[in-house]
Protein backbone atom coordinates (compact mmCIF):
# COMPACT_ATOMS: atom_id res chain seq x y z
CA UNK A 1 0.00 0.00 0.00
CA UNK A 2 1.17 3.21 -1.11
CA UNK A 3 2.55 5.54 2.04
CA UNK A 4 3.48 9.17 2.53
CA UNK A 5 7.50 9.22 2.92
CA UNK A 6 8.78 11.99 5.85
CA UNK A 7 12.22 12.29 7.12
CA UNK A 8 13.56 12.71 9.10
CA UNK A 9 11.58 11.27 12.10
CA UNK A 10 13.27 13.02 14.68
CA UNK A 11 14.77 15.81 15.27
CA UNK A 12 16.33 17.78 17.81
CA UNK A 13 17.68 21.70 17.42
CA UNK A 14 18.70 24.64 19.31
CA UNK A 15 17.01 27.63 19.07
CA UNK A 16 18.08 29.47 15.82
CA UNK A 17 19.35 26.86 14.12
CA UNK A 18 17.75 26.34 10.93
CA UNK A 19 15.74 22.95 10.41
CA UNK A 20 13.89 21.19 6.97
CA UNK A 21 12.01 18.49 6.66
CA UNK A 22 11.03 16.45 3.73
CA UNK A 23 8.02 14.98 2.23
CA UNK A 24 7.45 12.48 -0.62
CA UNK A 25 3.40 12.14 -1.10
CA UNK A 26 2.04 9.05 -2.75
CA UNK A 27 2.41 8.87 -5.84
CA UNK A 28 -0.09 10.60 -8.41
CA UNK A 29 -1.10 12.91 -5.88
CA UNK A 30 -1.50 16.35 -6.88
CA UNK A 31 -2.70 18.43 -3.44
CA UNK A 32 -0.12 18.22 -0.91
CA UNK A 33 0.15 19.56 2.65
CA UNK A 34 1.84 20.69 5.68
CA UNK A 35 0.43 20.46 9.20
CA UNK A 36 1.93 21.20 12.70
CA UNK A 37 0.27 19.07 15.89
CA UNK A 38 1.08 20.59 19.42
CA UNK A 39 1.16 17.71 21.75
CA UNK A 40 -2.66 17.44 22.73
CA UNK A 41 -4.20 19.04 20.00
CA UNK A 42 -5.14 18.45 16.24
CA UNK A 43 -3.30 18.99 13.37
CA UNK A 44 -2.98 22.68 11.81
CA UNK A 45 -2.88 23.67 8.31
CA UNK A 46 0.52 25.44 7.43
CA UNK A 47 0.54 25.58 4.08
CA UNK A 48 -1.19 23.39 0.86
CA UNK A 49 -0.23 22.87 -2.83
CA UNK A 50 -1.71 22.37 -5.65
CA UNK A 51 1.08 20.69 -7.87
CA UNK A 52 3.92 22.85 -7.22
CA UNK A 53 1.73 25.95 -6.51
CA UNK A 54 1.10 27.08 -3.06
CA UNK A 55 -2.62 27.29 -2.27
CA UNK A 56 -2.93 28.23 0.60
CA UNK A 57 -0.45 29.42 3.19
CA UNK A 58 -2.39 32.06 5.57
CA UNK A 59 -1.17 30.48 8.55
CA UNK A 60 3.00 29.55 8.14
CA UNK A 61 4.38 32.24 10.00
CA UNK A 62 6.80 33.35 6.90
CA UNK A 63 9.09 35.72 8.81
CA UNK A 64 10.65 32.03 10.12
CA UNK A 65 8.95 29.45 7.85
CA UNK A 66 9.01 28.24 4.29
CA UNK A 67 7.95 25.34 1.91
CA UNK A 68 8.53 24.67 -1.58
CA UNK A 69 7.42 21.75 -3.55
CA UNK A 70 9.43 22.74 -7.10
CA UNK A 71 8.58 19.96 -9.10
CA UNK A 72 5.28 18.98 -7.90
CA UNK A 73 6.37 15.85 -6.39
CA UNK A 74 8.26 15.94 -2.94
CA UNK A 75 8.63 19.08 -0.77
CA UNK A 76 10.83 20.50 1.78
CA UNK A 77 9.82 22.58 5.23
CA UNK A 78 12.24 24.76 6.19
CA UNK A 79 12.45 27.12 10.00
CA UNK A 80 14.58 29.19 9.84
CA UNK A 81 15.68 30.37 12.88
CA UNK A 82 14.24 27.85 14.97
CA UNK A 83 12.48 28.98 18.36
CA UNK A 84 11.21 26.95 21.55
CA UNK A 85 7.62 27.23 20.48
CA UNK A 86 8.24 25.45 17.39
CA UNK A 87 8.37 22.15 18.99
CA UNK A 88 6.20 20.27 17.80
CA UNK A 89 4.88 16.90 15.91
CA UNK A 90 5.12 18.17 11.65
CA UNK A 91 2.75 16.01 9.21
CA UNK A 92 2.88 15.79 5.80
CA UNK A 93 -0.50 14.46 3.87
CA UNK A 94 -0.95 14.32 0.45
CA UNK A 95 -4.75 14.42 -1.11
CA UNK A 96 -6.06 12.23 -3.67
CA UNK A 97 -7.66 15.05 -5.65
CA UNK A 98 -11.61 14.81 -6.33
CA UNK A 99 -14.60 17.13 -4.86
CA UNK A 100 -13.32 15.38 -1.16
CA UNK A 101 -9.57 15.17 -1.83
CA UNK A 102 -9.19 11.93 0.87
CA UNK A 103 -6.23 13.10 2.92
CA UNK A 104 -3.50 10.67 3.80
CA UNK A 105 -1.08 11.61 6.84
CA UNK A 106 2.96 10.35 7.02
CA UNK A 107 3.86 9.61 9.82
CA UNK A 108 5.29 12.89 11.10
CA UNK A 109 8.84 14.81 12.04
CA UNK A 110 8.25 15.16 16.02
CA UNK A 111 10.51 18.46 16.69
CA UNK A 112 12.50 19.48 19.68
CA UNK A 113 14.03 22.76 19.62
CA UNK A 114 16.12 23.33 22.98
CA UNK B 1 -16.38 30.47 12.77
CA UNK B 2 -13.64 28.35 11.46
CA UNK B 3 -13.41 25.78 14.86
CA UNK B 4 -14.65 22.14 15.50
CA UNK B 5 -15.47 21.74 19.06
CA UNK B 6 -14.65 18.09 20.20
CA UNK B 7 -15.62 15.92 23.46
CA UNK B 8 -14.67 14.66 25.70
CA UNK B 9 -11.54 15.25 25.67
CA UNK B 10 -10.68 11.91 27.53
CA UNK B 11 -12.77 8.57 27.62
CA UNK B 12 -12.13 5.32 29.45
CA UNK B 13 -14.90 2.35 28.53
CA UNK B 14 -14.15 -1.53 29.04
CA UNK B 15 -14.34 -4.06 26.50
CA UNK B 16 -16.98 -3.81 24.36
CA UNK B 17 -18.19 -0.88 25.18
CA UNK B 18 -19.53 2.03 22.92
CA UNK B 19 -17.56 4.77 23.39
CA UNK B 20 -19.02 8.19 22.10
CA UNK B 21 -17.44 10.94 20.88
CA UNK B 22 -18.90 14.49 20.07
CA UNK B 23 -17.87 17.17 17.70
CA UNK B 24 -19.97 20.59 16.99
CA UNK B 25 -19.19 23.30 13.91
CA UNK B 26 -20.28 26.83 13.45
CA UNK B 27 -19.29 27.07 10.02
CA UNK B 28 -22.34 25.85 7.67
CA UNK B 29 -19.96 25.62 4.93
CA UNK B 30 -18.62 22.53 5.86
CA UNK B 31 -19.47 19.38 3.63
CA UNK B 32 -17.39 16.91 4.64
CA UNK B 33 -16.64 15.49 7.95
CA UNK B 34 -14.02 12.72 8.56
CA UNK B 35 -12.99 10.63 11.82
CA UNK B 36 -9.31 10.53 12.03
CA UNK B 37 -7.51 7.77 14.32
CA UNK B 38 -3.68 8.50 15.62
CA UNK B 39 -1.74 5.88 17.48
CA UNK B 40 1.49 7.43 19.54
CA UNK B 41 3.88 8.70 17.19
CA UNK B 42 1.86 7.89 13.81
CA UNK B 43 0.51 9.96 11.88
CA UNK B 44 -3.51 10.40 11.80
CA UNK B 45 -5.33 7.85 9.78
CA UNK B 46 -8.59 8.44 7.99
CA UNK B 47 -10.83 6.03 9.81
CA UNK B 48 -14.80 7.12 8.33
CA UNK B 49 -16.60 9.99 6.76
CA UNK B 50 -19.74 11.54 6.13
CA UNK B 51 -21.62 14.09 3.97
CA UNK B 52 -23.97 15.95 4.82
CA UNK B 53 -26.84 14.32 2.38
CA UNK B 54 -27.20 11.11 4.93
CA UNK B 55 -27.41 10.99 8.67
CA UNK B 56 -25.49 8.01 9.77
CA UNK B 57 -22.84 5.60 8.18
CA UNK B 58 -21.48 2.79 8.99
CA UNK B 59 -18.34 1.30 8.17
CA UNK B 60 -17.54 -2.18 10.40
CA UNK B 61 -17.85 -1.15 14.35
CA UNK B 62 -17.63 2.48 13.39
CA UNK B 63 -20.56 4.79 13.03
CA UNK B 64 -20.73 8.35 12.47
CA UNK B 65 -24.46 10.44 13.05
CA UNK B 66 -25.02 13.42 11.81
CA UNK B 67 -27.82 15.88 12.47
CA UNK B 68 -27.06 19.04 9.97
CA UNK B 69 -29.60 21.23 11.95
CA UNK B 70 -27.67 20.97 15.09
CA UNK B 71 -24.62 21.41 13.36
CA UNK B 72 -23.16 18.28 15.13
CA UNK B 73 -21.85 14.84 14.60
CA UNK B 74 -20.62 12.18 16.62
CA UNK B 75 -18.61 9.34 16.60
CA UNK B 76 -19.51 5.64 17.80
CA UNK B 77 -17.77 2.19 18.40
CA UNK B 78 -19.37 -0.93 18.49
CA UNK B 79 -17.61 -3.68 20.65
CA UNK B 80 -15.18 -1.65 21.66
CA UNK B 81 -11.48 -3.09 21.69
CA UNK B 82 -8.17 -2.84 23.43
CA UNK B 83 -6.39 -2.21 20.18
CA UNK B 84 -9.32 0.83 19.59
CA UNK B 85 -7.04 3.13 22.46
CA UNK B 86 -6.20 5.64 20.28
CA UNK B 87 -6.55 9.51 20.09
CA UNK B 88 -9.44 10.06 17.45
CA UNK B 89 -10.21 13.31 15.65
CA UNK B 90 -12.94 14.74 13.90
CA UNK B 91 -12.74 17.56 11.09
CA UNK B 92 -14.35 19.54 8.92
CA UNK B 93 -13.69 20.30 5.32
CA UNK B 94 -15.62 22.68 2.39
CA UNK B 95 -15.18 20.53 -0.78
CA UNK B 96 -13.86 22.73 -3.44
CA UNK B 97 -13.75 26.97 -3.49
CA UNK B 98 -10.21 28.49 -2.38
CA UNK B 99 -9.53 26.28 0.63
CA UNK B 100 -9.81 23.30 -1.66
CA UNK B 101 -9.64 20.36 0.60
CA UNK B 102 -8.73 21.97 4.02
CA UNK B 103 -9.33 20.38 7.18
CA UNK B 104 -10.04 22.11 10.24
CA UNK B 105 -9.89 20.01 13.27
CA UNK B 106 -11.10 19.05 16.22
CA UNK B 107 -9.29 19.17 19.85
CA UNK B 108 -8.62 15.12 19.64
CA UNK B 109 -10.36 12.75 21.97
CA UNK B 110 -7.92 10.17 24.18
CA UNK B 111 -10.12 6.92 23.83
CA UNK B 112 -8.84 3.91 26.89
CA UNK B 113 -10.20 0.52 26.32
CA UNK B 114 -9.73 -1.72 29.04
CA UNK B 115 -9.27 -5.24 28.46
Known amino acids: EAEVAQSPRYKITEKSQAVAFWCDPI?????LYWYRQILGQGPELLVQ????????DSQLPKDRFSAERLKGVDSTLKIQPAELGDSAMYLC????????????FGPGTRLTVL | QQQVKQSPQSLIVQKGGIPIINCAYE??????FPWYQQFPGKGPALLIA?????SEKKEGRFTISFNKSAKQFSLHIMDSQPGDSATYFC??????????????FGQGTILTVHP
Open chain 1, 93 to 104: ASGTGGVYNEQF
Open chain 1, 27 to 31: SGHAT
Open chain 1, 49 to 56: FQDESVVD
Open chain 2, 27 to 32: NTAFDY
Open chain 2, 50 to 54: IRPDV
Open chain 2, 91 to 104: AAMRAGGTSYGKLT
